[in-house]
Each structure stands twice: as C-alpha cells, then as structure tokens.
C-alpha cells in the first residue's frame, strides 16, 4: 500500500491555487527586509523580533475567533501548536539573525537558497518521497535560481561560521513548516498560522524579558509615530499576519519542498520595492535568477508525487 505523504493534499491538475499562495506569502513576506532594515537604525534586533511577532499573534487570535468562532481546543493541541512555534519560527528566526550578526548579508542569502535542498530531504526521509528526475532538476534550479536572485556571485565567495547558524535557522523553517501541517493538520491554515504564531511570540517574548533583566542596556525603543508606523506595518502586519497564513496554505497543497521554491524569488521583489520606492537601481541578473526558479517550480510539478510503498 502506498504512503501518502501528510503535507501534501491530492493534486488532479497542476495546483494554481497552492502556488498562488506562496507567491503571495513571498510576495508579502518581501515587504518586512526594507522596513526592517529601516528600523535597524533605531531599535534592537530582540525587540524587533517582539514587534513583529506579538501585534500579528494579536491579530491572528482576533481573525481566527471571527473566521470560526468559540475555538474548543484541548491542551495537548495547544501544547503541540506552540512548541512547534517557539522552536520553528521563534528559535528559528533567532538563529538567522545571530547568523547573520556575526557574518554578513550575503550568508543568510546563500543558506535561504538551500530551503528547497532542506525541504526535499526532510520528505524523503520522514514522508518516503520518491526523488524523481523532474523533482531533482527544479531543486536543482530553484537553487541555483536563488542564489542569482539573492545577489550571490559564483566567485569569491566566503562563508564562515555564520553559515552554519543561518542553515540551522533554514533546516529548523523547514521541520517546523512540515511538522505545522503534519501535527496540526485537522485546523485551517488560519488556525495553525495563529497557534504556531503564537508559540514564536511567546518565545520571543521570554528572550526578551531575559534580556531586559540581564542586559538591559542593549534594549533600544525607536519612536512610534507618523510614516514609523507604516513601516512597523509593514515589517509586523504585512510580511508576517498576512505571509504566514499563506505559506502555511501553500505548503499544505505543495508540500514544503515545493513550496520553498517560492522563497528563493523573495530577493527580486524585495529588489523591486527598493527600485520603486527608494530609487536603486535594477539587477537583470537577480530577474535572469527569479526566472530560473520560475523554470524550477514548473518543472517540480510537471508530475504527482511518488511515494515509496510500505
């Protein structure tokens, strides 16, 4: 009898709907790098952190009670959604930062690239997923794809020890994404984005007051008023409350291998919000790149899933 793998729902055709929301999770999630990186300039990366997580997991459990009312859930669920949380997306998102701190921008980009090697490998060691041609080529792309899109040249490259935090940070994304759809499976995508959520803030939240209490010095509040607030928008609501529930959507229909292609695009529309809003100016090279994971993401899909026979 043939497994069937708990991440992926049955496709008759190709899955517009499925990639339609990675696109738009890429697409938003895009937003939060240039507000971020504005926001840098006046606040702490812990309370950053906290600023993002906390006012979407506000939002969310708001969303969630209008969308499905009165929620009955027993504790072993919640235990299970916010452990996947705080370890995935709160622990996670913490070691990417650290990774980042102690290397250099390129080093995040060059470790995102690897999601979809990441994703393939947790499916075909926990979910027995056949490693076809086709599958194999459109990692192969997305790969390469992303690492042109994130602005990575294929010469003097230089990775240090950063790159091992920020792979761990991609490798813990990609479990926690799995185990989101696995564990939590009989909610809704809105469902299981809130209670994981959830986990990631209280996560942040407890590093936080750490923090506070032991070194408090490195705590720094920027102000919160006129065009601050649409970039704290941006940075929280935007590329968090609203590029969650999506991933989680398209990563249920795509499974988490699939659906990472999409990730590897997210520099060039990171790329064209700064040519449009800022005034840089245009990479063809990272376009060529988001174009090869395009190829990639078709060719992935060009047939089912197989899955080995128990």
């Not at 529309?269 to 040519?275: D, H, L, N, Q, S």
Request: proline share 4%; net charge positive.
């Amino acid at each position: 009898m043939g497994q069937v793998s708990p991440n992926i729902e049955p496709q008759l055709s190709f899955p517009w709907k499925a990639n339609g929301y990675c696109f738009l999770a890429a697409l938003s999630w895009s937003f939060g790098f240039p507000a971020g990186t504005i926001l840098m300039a006046d606040w702490d990366l812990m309370t950053l952190l906290m600023v993002r997580l906390v006012p979407s997991t506000i939002i969310l459990l708001g969303v969630w009670w209008m969308l499905e009312g009165r929620l009955r859930l027993n504790r072993r669920v919640w235990a299970q959604g916010l452990a996947i949380g705080g370890i995935g997306f709160g622990f996670g998102s913490l070691l990417l930062l650290y990774g980042q701190q102690i290397s250099n921008p390129v080093t995040p980009a060059i470790a995102a690239a690897m999601m979809p090697i990441m994703g393939a490998i947790l499916e075909v060691m926990l979910d027995k997923r056949r490693l076809t041609a086709m599958l194999m080529l459109g990692t192969l792309c997305a790969f390469v794809g992303g690492l042109m899109a994130a602005g990575v040249r294929f010469s003097g490259i230089n990775i240090g020890g950063g790159f091992f935090w920020c792979l761990s940070a991609i490798v813990i994304y990609a479990w926690a994404t799995r185990a989101t759809n696995l564990h939590l499976r009989h909610l809704s995508a809105i469902g299981q984005t809130t209670m994981t959520m959830a986990g990631a803030a209280l996560f942040a939240g407890i590093i936080w007051v750490a923090v506070l209490v032991g070194v408090s010095d490195q705590i720094r509040v920027g102000q919160i008023a006129g065009n601050t607030l649409i970039i704290i928008f941006a940075f929280s609501i935007l590329s968090a409350a609203i590029a969650q529930p999506f991933w989680i959507a398209g990563a249920r229909g795509l499974g988490v291998a699939v659906a990472s292609f999409h990730l590897n695009a997210v520099p060039v529309y990171v790329m064209a919000i700064m040519v449009y809003s800022f005034g840089e100016d245009w990479d063809e090279m990272r376009f060529v790149g988001a174009a090869i994971v395009g190829v990639g993401v078709l060719l992935a899909q060009r047939e089912p899933p197989q899955y080995k026979t128990m």
